[in-house]
Structures are given as structure tokens and as C-alpha cells.
């Protein structure tokens, strides 16, 4: 059995679970909410994560990589339609917009949770597959601005998410003479 | 002088006048603060505003609408690149968030704020010039999803709105052959 990191791993995943309980009941998710339902010491949350803000980021991010692993469609026009539907999915599920208010409301930005820093490896990873099969050589930041942000900003508007033909828009876009530079 | 609507434009004025104040010193936007800085009854914002997000979305819609006219430069590429430049400094500088917070954390969205949809009839007059002189036939959606996103969204993440280079890359990409649909 391994010892190190035995009780700190208990620790995060009881924190982690108690967490998510609160965002799914939309319940507010703040460190003492989320100490006691989870049986362990306030402290241990803040020096950890700081803020609950940037343990809901966390919490959230990692659900994402869980629930959503990152396309492999054999291409980039695949892969990238595979995810604008996914995150499509992912932020206008019910609670989906926790993640994005614990961005609003975190001060630290993304500083604050390693996870979505992954997040944003994972989905290079994706794109250095499509470029090594002789593709267009895209960032994770042209998916962010091309694909993630218009879904984010049209579901908090309010206005819903994109449709099938509105995401392939997009994906063409990131595609086209000027997007695949 | 005219008597219909003078009181009422009147209290408009002066709940506006407040709650700028307000957001400019970063100070929290309720009802009460609001009513009390303004020397109103709770219960005329209320009437008229909802809630106290819905009020600061049709603030921040408004100063948007005063500081930034829309650039008219002759040229589509040029509005749009004027465009983004200018919506860059606008959520970029101290304060500017309290738009976007506003947003997320008001239930209904746009719905409650008429200042917003006029911002976007706006820009949809500015990309119907262009039409009319010959260039692309643009919505005011494409110019959300396009540009407006990725300023927000690089924003609310911590990593700084889009700089110039970037900009352009941005507005190339609605202009392309998939993008001027």
C-alpha cells in the first residue's frame, strides 16, 4: 500500500466530492459548506485552494477532463466539431455555469486552479496530433478564442449555445486561409 | 417644457448617476446602496430595474454606448479592427468587469437590460453599411461570436485581452472566405 500522499489524497477527494454535491444542489459552495460535509478542518481548504472560488474551479475542471475526454477522429475538422459539441453540451448542462462564475468571481483567474491549466495542455496535445499528420498547425488559444469563447459568452447572454450549423461555422473559421496560419 | 416622463427620467438619472458611482469605486451594487446614494424609494428600482445586476448591466450598456461610438472608417476591416480595439480598453480598464459579473450573475441575461439588445442593433447597422457599400454581409452575432467572446473570455481568465497582432487574426477570420458568409 502506498503511504505518501495517502492522507493528502483522502483529504482532496472528500473535499472534491462534498464540492460537487454543493454546485449540483446549487447550493452556495463556500469553504466552511464544503468543510463540513466534507469532515475535514476548514484550514486544510484554504491553505490548499485558497479561495472557494478556486477550489470550484478545480472541482470543475476536473469533471470536464473526466466526463469529457478530447476527440481523436482521425481529423482536425472532426476533432474540433467533437469538442464545440461537447462544450456545447458540458456549459449548458443544469449547474454548467458554475465554472464560469467561479472564473468571474475568482480574482486569481485560472492562476488559482492547475486543472484548467491542464485542460488547455490536453487540448494542444490534440492539435500537435492534427499538425504532426501534416494538418494546420493550430494553438489551444485559437480554440479559446475561436470555439470555447462564443460558446461561453452566448450561453451566459443568455441567447443559448451554438447549434450544429453555427459550430461548424466556427470550426471553418479557425480552419480557413486566414484561421490555419 | 415637456411634463410626461420628467420625473421618471429624472429618477433614471439619478439611480444611473449612482450607481456609477458605485461600480467605479468597486464597491458593491445593491438596491439599498443604490436607493440611499440616489435619494429614491427601494421600490422605483425595483420596479423599474428587478434587480440590482439588472441595473448595473443597463448602466455599464449605456456608458459603453456614450464612450464608444461605433467607429465608421470607410472600410469594413478598418470598423472592425477599430472595433476590437476599442472593446478591448473598454473591459480591460479598473472596473470593467463589473459588466461581464453582471452578466453571470443575473438570471435573465440580456432580457433585463434593453440597453444591451440596443448595442447589438448598433453594430448591426455598422455591418450593414458595409453590406451596402459591396463588402461582406456580417450579423452583429458573427461579431459576438468573433470577436466580442475571445476579448471576454481572455479577460475573465487572467491571461489579458487580445493585442494587436492578435486582433487582426481575429478579424481576418470573420473576413475570410468562411467567415463572410
Known amino acids: 500500500?502506498?503511504?505518501?500522499?495517502?492522507?493528502?489524497?483522502?483529504?482532496?477527494?472528500?473535499?472534491?466530492?462534498a464540492a460537487r454535491e454543493l454546485i449540483d444542489s446549487d447550493a452556495e459552495v463556500t469553504v466552511a459548506a464544503v468543510?463540513?460535509?466534507a469532515g475535514v478542518n476548514p484550514t486544510s481548504i484554504y491553505r490548499r485552494w485558497g479561495t472557494a472560488e478556486a477550489l470550484v474551479l478545480d472541482v470543475e475542471a476536473e469533471r470536464l477532463r473526466?466526463?469529457?475526454?478530447?476527440?481523436?477522429?482521425?481529423?482536425?475538422?472532426?476533432?474540433?466539431?467533437?469538442?464545440a459539441r461537447r462544450a456545447?453540451?458540458?456549459?449548458?448542462?443544469?449547474g454548467g455555469l458554475a465554472f464560469i462564475r467561479a472564473l468571474v468571481l475568482s480574482p486569481a483567474g485560472v492562476e488559482g486552479a492547475p486543472s484548467v491549466r491542464g485542460?488547455?495542455?490536453?487540448?494542444?496535445?490534440?492539435?500537435?496530433?492534427?499538425?504532426d499528420r501534416g494538418e494546420a498547425a493550430l494553438l489551444h488559444t485559437d480554440v479559446l478564442d475561436g470555439i470555447l469563447a462564443p460558446i461561453y459568452l452566448r450561453t451566459l447572454l443568455g441567447i443559448g449555445g451554438p447549434?450544429?450549423?453555427?459550430?461548424?461555422?466556427?470550426v471553418d473559421r479557425l480552419l480557413g486561409p486566414a484561421g490555419a496560419r
Do not use: C
Not at 500500500?1 to 466530492?17: D, E, I, K, N, Q
Not at 485542460?119 to 499538425?131: K, P, V
Open 1 to 17: 500500500v502506498r503511504r505518501t500522499g495517502g492522507r493528502s489524497a483522502r483529504v482532496r477527494a472528500a473535499v472534491h466530492a
Open 66 to 83: 473526466e466526463n469529457s475526454p478530447l476527440p481523436d477522429t482521425g481529423t482536425l475538422r472532426g476533432d474540433l466539431l467533437a469538442y
Open 88 to 94: 456545447t453540451a458540458d456549459i449548458t448542462r443544469p
Open 35 to 37: 468543510a463540513a460535509r
Open 163 to 170: 447549434d450544429a450549423r453555427r459550430r461548424e461555422i466556427l
Open 119 to 131: 485542460r488547455g495542455a490536453a487540448i494542444q496535445a490534440m492539435l500537435d496530433r492534427a499538425r
